[in-house]
């Protein structure tokens, strides 16, 4: 059974840092990858998808890699700013249909 | 862009009653999937579909039911709520993988806060 481990659990940064957020995953036989972001009493958003054939992915400040072989993934978080507060979660994606298993979340706090 | 609509953001019902979550989809997604929600257990799926009249059990689908008629929408059913399943339930889709071709994206709604009193 995939089980995800999100470390840290929670950060807290002043503004302008470049950060990092570890996400591991204990079956490797993963398709994609998926991170989210999540505002408190929203729903999830779709932040960067990586594909079983990428190493890595990136989308502005964000830049997503994947190293299925070793079951980890890293989400970097360029010069951050106080609108990045909010809990971040990765979540592989396992056979076609889809179904994605989710880490607890890393809660990120940017202060000004 | 794709739309994942949850009819309700905000619902209060009564022990035994029984609860309607609807979700509907824009994008022609094959797969729907209901979520819950808790502080300390993360995100846990209760149902998903990846067809219209198929379901397939999640992890924890006691005390839930769902409906698939339609392509794009997805409905969870609580026959008698109870106490146990205030929570925030969360509708998502997205399309099968294809070939060479890895999509799979998942995409949400905003969510349905439900308190069962």
């Known amino acids: 059974k995939q089980e995800v481990t999100q470390i840290p659990a929670a950060l807290s940064v002043p503004e302008g840092e470049n950060l990092v957020l570890n996400c591991s995953f204990t079956?490797?036989?993963?398709?994609?990858l998926q991170w989210f972001r999540q505002d408190p009493g929203k729903g999830l958003t779709s932040l960067l998808l990586?594909?079983?054939?990428?190493r890595e992915q990136t989308s502005g400040r964000l830049n997503a890699s994947l190293d299925k072989s070793s079951g980890r993934s890293t989400l970097y978080i360029a010069a951050s700013q106080p609108g990045d507060s909010a809990t971040y979660l990765c979540a592989p994606i396992s056979g076609n249909t889809g179904k994605l298993i989710f880490g607890q979340g890393t809660t990120l706090q940017v202060k000004p | 862009d794709v739309k994942v609509t949850q009819s309700s953001r905000y619902l209060v019902k009564r022990t035994g009653e029984k609860v309607f979550l609807e979700c509907v989809q824009d994008m022609d997604h094959e797969n729907m999937f209901w979520y819950r929600q808790d502080p300390g257990l993360g995100l846990r799926l209760i149902y998903f579909s990846y067809d219209v009249k198929m379901k397939e059990k999640g992890d924890i689908p006691e005390g839930y039911s769902v409906s698939r008629e339609k392509k794009e929408r997805f409905s969870l059913i609580l026959e008698s709520a109870s106490t146990n399943q205030t929570s925030m339930y969360l509708c998502?889709?997205?399309?099968?993988?294809?070939?060479?071709?890895?999509?799979?994206?998942?995409?949400f709604g905003e969510g349905s806060r439900l308190t069962v009193l």
């Open positions: 079956d490797s036989a993963i398709y994609n």
């Open positions: 998502a889709s997205s399309s099968v993988r294809r070939g060479a071709v890895d999509t799979g994206e998942l995409f």
């Open positions: 990586i594909q079983s054939s990428q």
